[in-house]
């Protein structure tokens, strides 16, 4: 299984400050993506990284990956209420597999 | 906001009923997937499809099955439910290429007494 670990399983954070997430993994992948989660709800994609890039932006969102170590980081800058989810990572080995999902990192910014 | 939808929302039912989820995408979306995840906890990939007439299992043992006649439904039943198979279900669907970004329903959340 190449399934993604998330570190800290839980963070709690003030408004305004920065959050940050790590992932690792244990085989190789094509990619690696973050998805957000809303209590209760379904899991949002919020950015691709692929196995040759180093790192992505979008938004206040700030995604490394380091293939040898076989790990991402996403940061999340200047959060807000609102930023509070879980978050997961999910890597994909390309061809015809499938998803791996970590067990996610919670979120939780107070106003 | 994703093209996908799933009911229903919230399922409560007695041991030993067949239920059958629901989840139709608009996307024209080759790929769909079903995951289960209790709550708090990683999604665990249960069945999925690369297209019409196309069904596999995913990493956790279901004792749940699948369809795929239409491209746009991809339809999960329990034929006896049993509290075990209380949890969360979540459908997802995919393009074809390489990228598989995933798309999902808002999850059908089943209770079974």
């Known amino acids: 299984s190449q399934q993604g670990e998330e570190d800290p399983q839980a963070l709690s954070i003030q408004e305004g400050e920065n959050a940050t997430m790590n992932c690792s993994y244990k085989?190789?992948?094509?990619?690696l993506q973050w998805y957000r989660q809303n209590s209760g709800r379904g899991l949002v994609h919020l950015i691709l990284?692929?196995?040759?890039?180093r790192e992505k932006h979008s938004g206040r969102l700030r995604v490394t990956l380091d293939t040898s170590k076989k790990s991402s980081s996403l940061l999340i800058t200047a959060s807000r209420a609102a930023d509070t989810a879980s978050y997961f990572c999910?890597?994909?080995?390309?061809?015809?597999?499938?998803?791996?999902f970590g067990k996610g990192t919670m979120l939780l910014v107070s106003p | 906001e994703a093209d996908i939808y799933q009911t229903p929302r919230y399922l409560v039912i007695g041991t030993g009923k067949k239920i059958t989820l629901e989840c139709s995408q608009t996307?024209?979306?080759?790929?769909m997937y079903w995951y289960q995840q209790d709550p708090g906890m990683e999604l665990h990939l249960i069945h999925y499809?690369?297209?019409?007439?196309?069904?596999e299992k995913g990493d956790l043992s279901s004792e749940s099955t699948v369809s795929r006649i239409r491209t746009e439904h991809f339809p999960l039943t329990l034929e006896s439910a049993r509290p075990s198979h209380t949890s969360q279900y979540l459908c997802?669907?995919?393009?074809?290429?390489?990228?598989?970004?995933?798309?999902f329903g808002p999850g059908t959340r089943l209770t079974v007494l």
């Open positions: 997802a669907s995919s393009e074809g290429g390489t990228a598989n970004e995933q798309f």
């Open positions: 085989t190789s992948i094509n990619n």
């Open positions: 990284i692929r196995s040759n890039e």
């Open positions: 999910a890597t994909d080995g390309g061809g015809y597999s499938t998803l791996t």
């Open positions: 996307m024209g979306h080759d790929k």
């Open positions: 499809s690369y297209g019409v007439n196309s069904t």
